[in-house]
Nanobody, 128 residues
Framework: QLVESGGGLVQAGGSLRLSCAASGRTFLFSNYGMAWFRQAPGKEREYVAA????????RYADSVKGRFTISRDNAKTTVLLEMNSLKPEDTAVYYCARRRWEKAAVIAATAVNDYVDWGQGTQVTVSS
């Protein structure tokens, strides 16, 4: 089970740090790539960032590159998303999910179907 937290209301230009905690021992966290997606009202869920199972590789959507940073702590079974220079267009529900297959690469895995075990999401609202 994945549980997201850290969302909230922030002004444009501000920062937030999202956390995704894995629990329940349903999978070996350290063997799976993890990703963040987001979904704004009326829009499809879109890819934000991903990190490999080892933490050695990351990838970002062009819209967040240079502003967001994904990281993971395998000992704490947690993946983080540091979000800086937030914009109103970053407003969405943010979800984390794990890579469908164990030790599979994340570099080219940007589709919703590449991931499973979605959390319930955390709302991020950026005011202008």
């Amino acid at each position: 089970q994945l549980v997201e937290s850290g969302g909230g209301l922030v002004q444009a230009g501000g920062s937030l740090r999202l956390s995704c905690a894995a629990s329940g021992r349903t999978f070996l966290f350290s063997n799976y790539g993890m990703a963040w997606f987001r979904q704004a009202p009326g829009k499809e869920r879109e890819y934000v960032a991903a990190i490999s199972w080892s933490g050695g590789n990351t990838r970002y959507a062009d819209s967040v590159k240079g502003r967001f940073t994904i990281s993971r702590d395998n000992a704490k079974t947690t993946v983080l998303l540091e979000m800086n220079s937030l914009k109103p267009e970053d407003t969405a529900v943010y979800y984390c999910a794990r890579r469908r297959w164990e030790k599979a690469a994340v570099i080219a895995a940007t589709a919703v179907n590449d991931y499973v075990d979605w959390g319930q999401g955390t709302q991020v609202t950026v005011s202008s």
